[in-house]
């Protein structure tokens, strides 16, 4: 459908149509105004139509003072239409030319007053321009700092909230660190039963292959037992922790979070660090030396099984070379990193629920943030505990 007329006056300027309907004429009215008809349906499975495509039409029509709008041939709309009209009202503004909405059916009128009526946020429509990479770069930093001072802040109220609790101040429920004891320790002992034999069954095998070549076979229970003591019982009992108990304590957190509990502690004066963090903090610095020293014990089984199964020791004298192998300082000094790895865990559990945002795909994505950065800080302390141990001969 088109309208074009049969004066000189209403010759037509432009015309934007498709095969599905829409259809734009721009006419040059009386007193050389410009008039937009409207024509077609306009249905957004039909597309959504652009009110950029006539600019060049209204750029070229030169003396325009006002554009008015003609919807006599218009046969069904929707908000496609809607966003059109507000785009050319746009476009009109930013030339200074009058835009005249009377001819336009009352419903649509008013649904475009509506959307105009919340003023546009000033750069909204700015272009994403991808910066430099010095700037990307600057920027990454900063977020990383503002994040690290966040950070340090949550550790100095921990122990703020840990100051009140030696001067038996702090404010928590004995039921929710005796639950949290339980969820950070008995509940724990299957996974790490499991998953410490199998490493002390893997240490002994790979041993096992290469000492029976010098016929040192014995030596297995010493590579076992310092192995599991020294450094991998305290680092897997903790990477098992970080998985099982630091995702629990950001999900928990961060639900908590997101329904405004957290805030509801806030406005009843309650400490959220001494009611929440507080106990399940204790539970993991209890529970991780007596998991580590169950986890040592468990992978030496796991290290007999394969002396006394594949290298004919008996199990006496597996476990009597272990004894002359391991050290008090040895085992010391694993309980002590279980002790700081289990602070860890709880510090990036509990500080990942707290910066958890207000959606439910917040929560999951704190919980993988707390088992992220729990097994890198893991790891990299466990890094910084070999050398200071070499360094101290211990």
């Known amino acids: 459908m088109s309208a074009t007329g049969n004066t000189a006056a209403d010759a037509p300027l432009e015309r934007r149509a498709n095969g599905?309907?829409?259809?734009?004429?721009?006419?040059?009215?009386?007193?050389?105004?410009?008039?937009?008809?409207?024509?077609?349906?306009?249905?957004?499975?039909?597309g959504m139509p652009s009110a950029k495509s006539v600019e060049p039409a209204l750029a070229s029509g030169t003396g325009s003072q006002r554009i008015s709008v003609d919807t006599s041939g218009l046969q069904t709309w929707d908000s496609s239409l809607v966003s059109f009209l507000v785009g050319l009202d746009d476009i009109c503004q930013q030339r200074q030319i009058e835009f005249d909405r009377g001819g336009l059916p009352p419903g649509l009128n008013r649904l475009i007053g509506l959307a105009e009526a919340v003023a546009e946020?000033?750069?909204?429509?700015?272009?994403?321009?991808?910066?430099?990479?010095?700037?990307?770069?600057g920027n990454v930093a900063l977020v990383y700092s503002e994040s690290s001072g966040r950070l340090i802040e949550f550790v100095g109220m921990v122990a703020l909230a840990f100051g009140k609790l030696m001067r038996g101040?702090?404010?928590?429920?004995?039921?929710?660190?005796?639950?949290?004891?339980?969820?950070?320790?008995a509940s724990a002992l299957g996974i790490v039963s499991l998953i410490s034999y199998l490493v002390g069954v893997i240490l002994a095998f790979m041993g096992a292959v290469q000492l029976q070549q010098f016929g040192a076979a014995i030596y297995v229970a010493d590579l076992v037992g310092i192995g599991l003591v020294r450094e991998m019982g305290a680092m897997m009992t903790?990477?098992?922790?970080?998985?099982?108990t630091g995702a629990a304590f950001a999900a928990q957190l961060g639900t908590m979070k997101v329904t405004e509990e957290i805030d509801a502690l806030t406005t009843m004066g309650i400490s959220p660090?001494?009611?929440?963090?507080?106990?399940?903090?204790?539970?993991?610095?209890?529970?991780?030396?007596?998991?580590?020293l169950y986890a040592d014990f468990i992978g030496v089984l796991g290290g007999a099984t394969v002396g006394v199964t594949m290298l004919g020791l008996s199990l006496r004298t597996y476990l009597h070379e272990t004894a002359i192998a391991v050290t008090m300082s040895a085992?010391?000094?694993?309980?002590?990193?279980?002790?700081?790895?289990?602070?860890?865990?709880?510090?990036?559990?509990?500080y990942q629920g707290f910066e958890c945002g207000q959606s439910s795909s917040a929560v999951g994505d704190a919980t993988t943030a707390a088992v992220v950065s729990a097994i890198v800080m893991i790891v990299v302390s466990c890094g910084v505990f070999a050398v200071l141990f070499h360094i101290l001969g211990i």
Request: net charge positive; aromatic share 6%; hydrophobic share 50%.
């Open 238 to 244: 903790a990477i098992i922790m970080a998985g099982r």
């Open 273 to 292: 660090m001494e009611f929440l963090v507080m106990p399940r903090m204790i539970a993991l610095i209890l529970m991780m030396p007596l998991l580590c």
């Open 20 to 46: 599905n309907g829409h259809q734009v004429d721009l006419v040059r009215g009386e007193g050389g105004n410009v008039v937009v008809r409207i024509s077609g349906a306009w249905q957004m499975r039909h």
């Open 169 to 185: 101040r702090a404010r928590y429920r004995r039921i929710d660190l005796i639950e949290a004891i339980q969820a950070c320790g």
């Open 121 to 137: 946020k000033k750069g909204a429509r700015a272009a994403q321009t991808r910066g430099s990479f010095m700037e990307r770069l």
């Open 331 to 350: 085992l010391a000094g694993g309980l002590f990193k279980s002790t700081v790895y289990g602070v860890l865990i709880g510090l990036a559990g509990c």
